[in-house]
């Protein structure tokens, strides 16, 4: 059988998959690190025995809308010169809006 710290490190694969998708300037490299979360969360729901929801969310996720996302950036061929220029110009409204999630969820979850 599994041992169950395989489900923690598998648990981790995926919330730095995640960060990793939202972190990365190349818009290709974040698909394949979204590519790499659904393959572990299907890797996950299989090892606790969902089978059929793990199964189905590699077809659907993976083989379909993971590929659209990838076919469809590279049509566009966005170049990295274009990524680059306008790098920090949002990050106040990041932080402004992070402040506020922060605050509602703090407020529906006290910890």
Partial sequence: GYQPFILDIISLLAILSAIMVVLTNNPIVSVLFLIALFVNISGYLMLIGINFIGLSYLLVYI??????????????????????????????????????ILYFLNRAIPF
Avoid: T
Avoid at 64 to 70: G, P, Q, Y
Avoid at 75 to 91: C, D, F, K, Q
């Fill in 63 to 100: 083989g379909a809308v993971s590929i659209l996302f990838l076919f469809v950036l590279m049509l566009i061929n966005v170049r990295l010169s274009e990524l680059e220029s306008h790098r920090n110009n949002s990050l106040p409204l990041g932080y402004i809006v992070g402040i506020v």
